[in-house]
């Protein structure tokens, strides 16, 4: 190959102060790595995301009657902190417009913390909301949360039956046909609306005001469908409502109460939390007080504990923000790579540390999966602190790579062989029909549940993705697994290629978004022994490069979710810049040597006190297109929402500013054939 700093024309001297930048760009970065990490060897960043996790809080404690928390004053304060200019809240940091979702929750939960509706920042707030049709376009979510508090009728809500828990699995539609957050949410639901329970608000602070032609005129209805599984479903729907508010026999009722409720105290995780995630946990805790669960139960007590810390984040000068999700696993095991990339010794006391935590995190028991998995034995990781019934694929993958990294390092080879034996097996058995991986479940795509009228709040689904699929097959081509010695890892990277869109990019599921995905395959497709420089590989790269922004870096809003003419294309970030350099330096080819160089003199001018800046969301928990596959927008099956996202939720991971850069820097030091210094 070669030499790629050839088309660049650089001088020797050019090169040893490139060498020299990029190394010590690299010190900072793991000197802050260092600095950052926990005594139990793991790294944690802040997951940010919209208000509405802190506003739903806030209606739970109102619910549930607590009014003493020492911490509700600064969530309260997290609130009004993240409202926009125009009054409105949105999903994701500078979002082109407000959520309609958002803004009705967040304006709820200052009403209910005692804030003026005459003050400034609620008049605006009010105002932005009755301009977008007041409550007529909330989502079932924000109608249940008003439910609860006796602003909106319960019988103009979805039904969700706890019936459902006595469906077998072989019913075309039960709740394992549910993706694991979806039946970790429905589940908990169950008990809350088998009761339908209020607890009013008093006068003061009812949201009459928000009712567009006032409360008396509101049309309840749910919306039409002309899909005729919707119309199925919205018949149902009005049937089970009948049978909930007139049927005086219900003899399934009380059985199916009793194992919904069994199967939500069995799935609490140890740290009181459900799921690893907001929504099921907070519907957890009010739906089995609502079963009559005391405040004061082991299990009460624990999940309301929990949203402490490190679930609660304060931020200075801000307020506390409740996280909806935690990610030391996710935030490890992609800095142990990002290390390993830099060329730091794996014997290193902080490096065995972030490792024997790694080893500590494989889970060795069962969960959901095993429904329609049972002889695949376990060995994934989770994402989060707690989560053990739900291992991920995606974790998993970056785990095994990490420790295949890093084995000759480990003071206890078998130990670690056993690892990835365990955790090999199980990727293996997680994987799909089509050859690929999901994020939790195999072959979760049964598009039918996404009709049904409790499903217009975002993916309920979890179908194979371009990007896990991509770890899974980069982690298996490092084990030495390639398409030339391995058929799984053949119809792995053909269902890759499958998935390539026209122009040459990956559609990202689980991170934002055409840069992401592509960032992510082409090095699997190199990690797994494709050629790299075969006409398709290189459309890729040619996208990526026509790509990048003026200032050398790489950014996208997530409004390319919604908007084709927004793929690739938004404010620089690190995160962004560092997936796309890793793109590009998978190819090993010096056609792409110039936007590689501006690429990391950007990464090198904009790091700041060892890490870098970053506020824009590139994290993606649901695009909010119901089925979660990128299809569904082609074929125009999306919920009700535009380039604001409102069934969508997204996510600021504080770390992805920080590792993806790293491993864009010590990949470009072996791509420049430059010396990278001893660590």
């Known amino acids: 190959m070669t030499n790629p700093t050839a088309p660049l024309g650089l001088e020797e001297r050019d090169l040893q102060t490139l060498c020299e930048q990029i190394n010590q760009t690299i010190d900072n970065a793991v000197n802050w790595l260092k600095v950052n990490q926990t005594e139990k060897g793991n790294w944690a960043g802040f997951l940010k995301t919209n208000s509405c996790i802190e506003s739903e809080w806030i209606m739970a404690m109102h619910f549930l009657g607590i009014t003493d928390d020492p911490k509700y004053p600064e969530v309260v304060k997290s609130i009004v902190s993240e409202q926009r200019e125009d009054g409105s809240w949105g999903v994701y940091f500078e979002a082109p417009n407000g959520d309609i979702n958002a803004s009705v929750e967040s304006y709820t939960a200052l009403k209910i913390a005692g804030h003026d509706p005459n003050a400034p920042h609620m008049i605006k707030a009010r105002q932005w909301i009755l301009s977008r049709g007041g409550l007529n376009k909330i989502r079932v979510f924000t109608k249940f949360w008003l439910a609860l508090l006796g602003e909106w009728p319960w019988e103009a809500c979805p039904n969700l039956p706890p019936e459902i828990i006595l469906l077998p699995s072989w019913f075309p539609i039960n709740l394992y046909t549910f993706a694991s957050w979806g039946r970790a949410t429905i589940a908990s639901l169950c008990l809350v609306s088998a009761d339908r329970p209020v607890r009013p608000l008093p006068p003061e602070k009812r949201i009459d005001e928000l009712f567009l032609n006032g409360r008396a005129n509101q049309d309840y209805s749910l919306p039409s469908s002309d899909d005729p599984w919707g119309r199925f479903f919205s018949l149902a729907d009005k049937l089970l409502g009948l049978y909930t508010k007139y049927s005086p026999i219900k003899p399934l009722r009380k059985t199916a109460l009793k194992m919904c409720i069994e199967w939500v105290v069995e799935r609490q995780e140890d740290d009181g939390c459900w799921a690893g995630i907001q929504p099921p946990w907070i519907y957890a805790l009010v739906g089995l007080y609502t079963q009559g669960f005391s405040l004061k139960h082991p299990v009460m007590k624990a999940g309301l504990d929990a949203f402490n810390e490190p679930w609660a984040y304060k931020v200075e000068g801000k307020g506390t923000y409740l996280q909806c999700c935690t990610s030391p696993v996710w935030d490890t095991v992609l800095s142990l790579v990002a290390?390993?990339?830099?060329?730091?010794?794996?014997?290193?006391?902080?490096?065995?540390?972030?490792?024997?935590?790694?080893?500590?995190?494989?889970?060795?028991?069962?969960?959901?999966?095993?429904?329609?998995?049972?002889?695949?034995?376990?060995?994934?990781?989770?994402?989060?602190?707690?989560?053990?019934?739900?291992?991920?694929?995606?974790?998993?993958?970056?785990?095994?790579?990490?420790?295949?990294?890093?084995?000759?390092?480990?003071?206890?080879?078998?130990?670690?062989?056993?690892?990835?034996?365990?955790?090999?097996?199980?990727?293996?058995?997680?994987?799909?029909?089509?050859?690929?991986?999901?994020?939790?479940?195999?072959?979760?795509?049964?598009?039918?549940?996404?009709?049904?009228?409790?499903?217009?709040?975002?993916?309920?689904?979890?179908?194979?993705?371009?990007?896990?699929?991509?770890?899974?097959?980069?982690?298996?081509?490092?084990?030495?697994?390639?398409?030339?010695?391995?058929?799984?890892?053949?119809?792995?990277?053909?269902?890759?290629?499958?998935?390539?869109?026209?122009?040459?990019?990956?559609?990202?599921?689980?991170?934002?978004?055409?840069?992401?995905?592509?960032?992510?395959?082409?090095?699997?497709?190199?990690?797994?022994?494709?050629?790299?420089?075969?006409?398709?590989?290189?459309?890729?790269?040619?996208?990526?490069?026509?790509?990048?922004?003026?200032?050398?870096?790489?950014?996208?809003?997530?409004?390319?979710?919604?908007?084709?003419?927004?793929?690739?294309?938004?404010?620089?970030?690190?995160?962004?810049?560092?997936?796309?350099?890793?793109?590009?330096?998978?190819?090993?080819?010096?056609?792409?040597?110039?936007?590689?160089?501006?690429?990391?003199?950007?990464?090198?001018?904009?790091?700041?006190?060892?890490?870098?800046?970053?506020?824009?969301?590139?994290?993606?928990?649901?695009?909010?297109?119901?089925?979660?596959?990128?299809?569904?927008?082609?074929?125009?099956?999306?919920?009700?929402?535009?380039?604001?996202?409102?069934?969508?939720?997204?996510?600021?991971?504080?770390?992805?500013?920080?590792?993806?850069?790293?491993?864009?820097?010590?990949?470009?030091?072996?791509?420049?054939?430059?010396?990278?210094?001893?660590?």
């Not at 792409?592 to 090198?604: S, T």
Request: with cysteine; proline share 5%; net charge negative.
């Open 339 to 679: 290390l390993h990339d830099c060329g730091v010794d794996g014997r290193q006391e902080f490096v065995q540390k972030a490792l024997r935590y790694t080893l500590d995190e494989q889970i060795k028991r069962g969960g959901d999966w095993q429904l329609d998995n049972p002889t695949t034995p376990p060995g994934g990781w989770c994402f989060e602190y707690e989560n053990d019934c739900y291992p991920d694929i995606d974790d998993s993958a970056v785990a095994l790579a990490a420790l295949l990294y890093y084995r000759s390092a480990c003071p206890d080879a078998a130990e670690v062989d056993k690892a990835l034996s365990l955790g090999f097996q199980w990727i293996k058995g997680m994987r799909s029909a089509n050859g690929a991986w999901g994020a939790f479940d195999r072959d979760n795509t049964n598009e039918i549940v996404t009709k049904i009228p409790f499903c217009d709040f975002g993916e309920v689904l979890d179908p194979p993705s371009a990007d896990v699929t991509a770890h899974v097959v980069e982690a298996l081509g490092i084990a030495g697994q390639t398409v030339h010695n391995n058929p799984a890892q053949r119809k792995a990277v053909e269902y890759l290629m499958k998935e390539q869109e026209e122009d040459g990019s990956w559609f990202g599921r689980w991170g934002v978004n055409h840069v992401y995905g592509t960032g992510l395959v082409l090095p699997a497709l190199k990690s797994a022994g494709v050629d790299m420089q075969n006409p398709q590989i290189l459309k890729a790269a040619d996208w990526l490069a026509a790509h990048q922004n003026e200032d050398g870096g790489w950014g996208e809003s997530c409004a390319s979710y919604m908007s084709f003419e927004n793929r690739g294309k938004g404010k620089t970030t690190p995160s962004q810049t560092g997936w796309a350099l890793m793109g590009l330096l998978a190819l090993d080819n010096p056609r792409y040597a110039p936007a590689i160089l501006k690429g990391v003199n950007y990464l090198i001018a904009s790091q700041e006190n060892g890490s870098w800046k970053q506020e824009e969301y590139t994290g993606t928990g649901f695009p909010g297109y119901g089925a979660g596959a990128r299809t569904e927008i082609k074929k125009g099956n999306v919920l009700d929402q535009s380039e604001e996202l409102s069934r969508g939720f997204m996510l600021n991971y504080a770390m992805y500013r920080h590792y993806f850069p790293m491993m864009a820097l010590g990949r470009a030091l072996k791509y420049f054939k430059l010396p990278c210094a001893q660590r």
